[in-house]
């Protein structure tokens, strides 16, 4: 397998062998005898691209020489993954993710996705200049992206830039972190205003729920048992602290009449805050990721400092059970679309914490392996279907963030974001193989049927016969516009609110 590509201008040190290339860009494309899926509907079809763009799928397409042919027959036929919740490039916990703009598509492009949507983190509690920094660190991209933004300060000044953000930047969703006490958290008062914010602007409130006070708490109460290894991060911030703060977070957006997306739900306990208030009518959007919905808690107990700490994320890996009840509300549509919280930090940076496990920067791997592990888990042991995968792996997230169908779909006039599966293929996960700068993989050693053959990038084949060819430079910035569809109707139940108010009493003014 090439673990090396293309990446003239920009420094990266990477694996043995060479695989370099521009990134085949044949203006003209056409794909084969495949069974094409898209989230409502699969066909025997070929897909016919030009120029980036899908221009036509129907049965037995005929092209001339200067066509480029994919031949798909017994295969499936895809949107590209989209992974709506990343951070690449990012400083966190005195420490900086290893993956970039570069990097972190090279994996994602070898494991099947072709976008991802990263949160902007303000600079000094500044969205321009937050904004700015992602921009320059995003010009390496060999993929499509776009971005959320963090809000980690209050004031008039971060009220008008989340407009500016929204109307002239293309960010349509904006999350508050309830954890990260002293550093990102925010309080109830802010989340208030935040999410009044969002519903003014159509913008999607994303919350990060932990109850950042109790885990503050629950750490101290580790520390002073001596237990100071990364088994003090699960047991420092329990289920509890994310099923409290989930239903703070949703009772709020209620409250405020504005729909909620709860970011990574790791336990039961969230998992069941979000069907309690799907089931009454509210909007709130649950992702899980995989991590939660393929790993268990017990890798943080492991004797060697270096496998646990590669665990260490927040919310936590849970015990064992909450990973298959994730998975079933995934299938059952109480959760709606898997992401990766890809957020890597390599042994060194999480040796940081070798003596104290609140110091290790948390976050796990996970953009190259989703497409695999979501097909492995949910279609191969018959959870869902594979319209099913295509929607919780790429067009919920399109539909969620407002570019639906120019992604997240194989239809005329859509991007050419495009995977080839064989479901009769398999894969094997190894830190040796990956495209991630990681030393380690939380994933090593996974096996599993299914294999992503082929990934198109608006109409370049950059994955095939497991070689990327990958160009810096070529992925371009999506924006989002507000209003999208989990918005509409939001105005009628305002207005019932409203009619709903008895009149103000009239009372006789009292003389003493
Ligand atoms: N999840 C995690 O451990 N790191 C990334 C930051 C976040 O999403 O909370
Ligand atoms: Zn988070
Ligand atoms: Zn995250």
């Known amino acids: 397998q090439s673990n090396q590509y293309c990446d003239a201008g920009f420094e990266y040190e990477s694996g043995s062998t060479t695989a370099c290339g521009s990134g085949t860009a044949p203006s003209k494309l056409l794909i084969k005898g495949g069974t094409v899926v898209n989230a409502h509907h699969q066909q025997l079809a070929d897909v016919y691209v030009e120029d980036g763009i899908i221009v036509a799928v129907e049965p037995s397409i005929t092209v001339g020489d200067d066509v480029k042919v994919i031949d798909a027959t017994g295969k499936y036929v895809m949107p590209g993954g989209i992974d709506p919740h990343t951070h690449l490039d990012m400083s966190f916990m005195s420490s900086g993710t290893i993956d970039d703009f570069f990097s972190g598509h090279a994996a994602a492009l070898a494991g099947g996705t072709t976008m991802h949507i990263d949160f902007v983190i303000p600079v ?9 920094a992602y921009e320059r ?25 989340m407009e500016i953000m929204v109307k002239e930047k293309g960010i349509n969703s904006f999350k ?62 329990p289920a509890v602290l994310e099923g409290e703060a989930t ?75 909450h990973d298959k009840e994730l998975q079933a509300a995934l299938a059952t549509g109480v959760l709606q679309l898997v992401g990766t919280d890809h957020c890597a930090f390599n042994s060194t940076q999480k040796a940081l914490g070798i003596d104290d496990f609140r110091k290790i920067p948390n976050g796990v791997n996970g953009i190259e392996e989703r497409m695999h592990l979501v097909w492995d888990t949910m279609v191969e042991s018959g959870q869902i279907s594979v319209t099913d995968y295509v929607r919780v792996t790429s067009t919920e997230c399109a539909r969620i963030f407002n570019i639906y169908p120019r992604k997240g779909a194989i ?61 810096p430079g070529t992925g371009r910035y999506i924006p989002m516009q507000p209003y999208s569809y989990v918005f509409d109707g939001l105005d009628k139940k305002d207005a019932t609110y409203l009619s709903s108010l008895k009149a103000p009493v009239k009372r006789a003014k009292s003389s003493s």
């Open 411 to 471: 239809l005329p006039g859509s991007d050419a974001d495009i995977i080839i599966l064989n479901p009769n293929s398999s894969f094997e996960i190894s830190t040796k193989s990956h495209h991630s700068r990681l030393d380690t993989n939380v994933y090593d050693g996974k096996k599993g049927k299914g294999k992503v053959e082929v990934t198109i990038s608006r109409g370049r084949v950059v994955w095939e016969n497991n070689e990327l060819k990958v160009t």
């Open 137 to 161: 660190k995003a010009k390496k991209a060999c993929m499509d992206y776009g971005f959320h933004m963090a809000i980690t300060k209050w004031n008039d000044d971060v009220s008008r830039e």
């Open 176 to 237: 508050f972190f309830m954890a990260y006490k002293g550093a990102l958290m925010v309080n109830d008062e802010l989340l208030l205003e935040g999410f009044k914010r969002c519903k003014s602007l159509g913008a999607l409130a994303m919350v990060h729920a932990e109850n950042g006070d109790a885990v503050d708490e629950g750490q101290k109460r580790m520390i002073e048992l001596g237990i100071t290894g990364p088994e003090g991060h699960a047991l420092s911030r």
């Open 247 to 321: 239903a703070r977070a949703i009772r709020l957006a209620n409250f405020v009449n504005t729909p909620l997306y709860v970011v990574h739900v790791m336990s039961i306990d969230a998992m069941e805050e979000i069907a309690k208030a799907r089931k009454s009518g509210q909007r709130v959007i649950g992702e899980p990721v995989v991590s939660g919905l393929v790993l268990d808690e017990s890798w943080l107990w492991h004797p060697d400092f270096k496998t646990a700490a590669s665990y260490v994320m927040s919310p936590p890996i849970r015990s064992k059970g």
């Open 124 to 132: 000094d509690g500044s969205l321009t200049a937050g904004y700015e």
